[in-house]
């Protein structure tokens, strides 16, 4: 059988209302810009991806470099995983992170649904896997927000799936503010239920080692992200004074990223995420590497594909559950006793709305 061949491209960018804003330490987003990516083959079959390039300005260029990318694969039998290799290739000129690689990854992840859709099964069977659930953790909420209006959402966000595992925003002014809100958010919880928190890089080292200090009693479930991602050395120091799993990841640019903060031991447990980590073939090869080095994996946002991925990750750990766009979609992901449902539909199998994307389509 002949594989199908690459034809042709559409891409549409999305700045989306979020139904609850963003109130975090890098600052407070009302809106959330997507990249929606088709790739259509020459059997007719189309394959899709989304990505999130977090700054709506910057749509207009990421969609440029899609464009010119895909060039080197308009015409070719579909072939994802070689397909990532010579793209990786191409970005050593251009360096293998930031845009260039969030474009390549649109790519990659478009191009892997499109082959798990010639082969009509599920991506994660596609992938050598098994269909199943995903443990999975509410982190839609819980931003900087008072105790008050913590323990309110703390209540909704677990009635939302049935919840045991919930995710707060840290990296308030001391370290007493934080402590109060870790308490109003479990007042909402069953005591074996698990506490995640993500300071989102807000803390600099020296604060970072009081602070953390202060919350190791908490019994958290992680620490995520305390200081800025690229302080690889400074994550491994951190570490070694504390009991409580520090994790962090979803900055990593590519594998390069993932590789040095495992050589440097930079971290308990790592959470890449899809667009960043290069796309399900980058995924693929930090799963690889996160069992190579025996670490723990979560995922960071898309937790759709990355629910298929979890599946074929062997040091599988936590789903982050933030369905910012589930409106862009027909059918959306569901939720049953804190765990994510994977359909059963060829691929990933996201169709999106097109009258919500020509209402909120960049011009
Ligand atoms: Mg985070």
Redesign the pocket.
């Known amino acids: 059988m002949n594989q199908p061949r690459v034809s042709s491209i559409n891409i549409i960018s999305v700045d989306l209302p979020l139904r609850q804003p963003i109130v975090s330490a890098v600052g407070r987003y009302d809106k959330w810009p997507f990249i929606i990516t088709e790739i259509t083959l020459d059997n007719g079959i189309v394959g899709n991806s989304y990505i999130c390039p977090y700054l709506v300005n910057f749509t207009d260029p990421i969609e440029r470099v899609i464009q010119e990318l895909f060039k080197l694969f308009e015409n070719q039998p579909l072939a994802p995983s070689a397909f990532y290799e010579i793209g990786m290739n191409k970005l050593s000129l251009l360096g293998r992170s930031g845009i260039a690689m969030y474009s390549l990854a649109a790519l990659d992840i478009a191009f892997w649904d499109a082959s798990a859709k010639v082969a009509d099964r599920p991506l994660c069977e596609h992938l050598g896997g098994t269909l199943g659930d995903v443990k999975a953790y509410n982190s839609g909420g819980l931003w900087l927000h008072t105790p008050e209006q913590l323990a309110q959402e703390a209540s909704e966000l677990r009635g939302e799936g049935n919840f045991s595992s919930l995710k707060i925003r840290l990296g308030r002014k001391t370290l007493d503010q934080d402590l109060k809100a870790i308490e109003a958010v479990r007042s909402q919880m069953n005591p074996d239920d698990d506490l995640l928190c993500?300071f989102?890089q807000v803390l600099g080292f020296t604060e970072a080692r009081r602070r953390l200090q202060g919350l190791d009693d908490q019994g958290l479930y992680w620490f995520?992200?305390p200081i800025p991602y690229h302080e690889f050395r400074n994550y491994n120091e951190l570490r070694q004074h504390l009991s409580t799993t520090l994790i962090f990841g979803?900055n990593f640019h590519g594998i390069d990223h993932a590789t040095l903060s495992l050589e440097l031991k930079s971290s308990d447990a790592i959470m890449p995420d899809l667009m960043r980590i290069g796309g399900v073939s980058g995924w693929l090869k930090t799963a690889a590497l996160a069992e190579a080095y025996r670490k723990p994996l979560s995922s960071?946002l898309y937790h759709e594909a990355s629910a298929h991925l979890m599946r074929v990750t062997p040091t599988a750990d936590y789903l982050e559950w933030m369905n910012w766009v589930d409106p862009l979609l027909i059918e959306p992901y569901r939720i049953k006793d804190g765990r994510l449902i994977i359909p059963e539909r060829p691929s990933v199998g996201l169709e999106f709305n097109r009258n919500v994307i020509e209402k909120y389509r960049v011009r």
Do not use: C, L, S, V
Request: proline share 0%.
């Open positions: 993500d989102n995520e992200e979803e960071h």
